[in-house]
């Protein structure tokens, strides 16, 4: 399901979702993306292997997935390509938590 909402929000960016610089920096992408991992969205995240060993940002920013995929109302002038429940299908497949995906 991840490769599918990647997919599906580069069809709609005609430009690579999450474009890393290898293994770290991927991950970092992800969680800029999507925010980091919390008790909340991802509750098992630290019992994965080595996660103790490295300090993901936790800044209070808005995650970037907001600004790349903007759902404006009708009265908006704007173009934008998602609604909000396109919005909420590429939330849904690119959850952090992999049991929290749509199957």
């Known amino acids: 399901m991840w490769s599918i909402g990647?997919?599906?929000?580069?069809?709609?960016?005609?430009?690579?979702?999450?474009?890393g610089q290898g293994e770290l920096d991927q991950i970092d992408q992800i969680f800029?993306?999507?925010?980091?991992?919390?008790?909340?969205?991802?509750?098992?995240?630290k019992k994965l292997p080595n996660t103790g060993l490295f300090r993901w940002s936790s800044n209070k920013r808005r995650p970037s997935i907001y600004e790349r995929f903007p759902v404006m109302g009708f009265a908006s002038t704007k173009q934008?390509?998602?609604d909000g429940n396109g919005l909420d299908l590429l939330l849904k497949l690119l959850a952090l938590d992999p049991r929290k995906r749509v199957t």
């Open 80 to 82: 934008t390509y998602l």
């Open 6 to 19: 990647c997919i599906f929000g580069e069809l709609i960016l005609k430009d690579a979702l999450l474009q």
């Open 32 to 45: 800029r993306f999507l925010g980091p991992p919390t008790e909340a969205n991802w509750p098992d995240f």
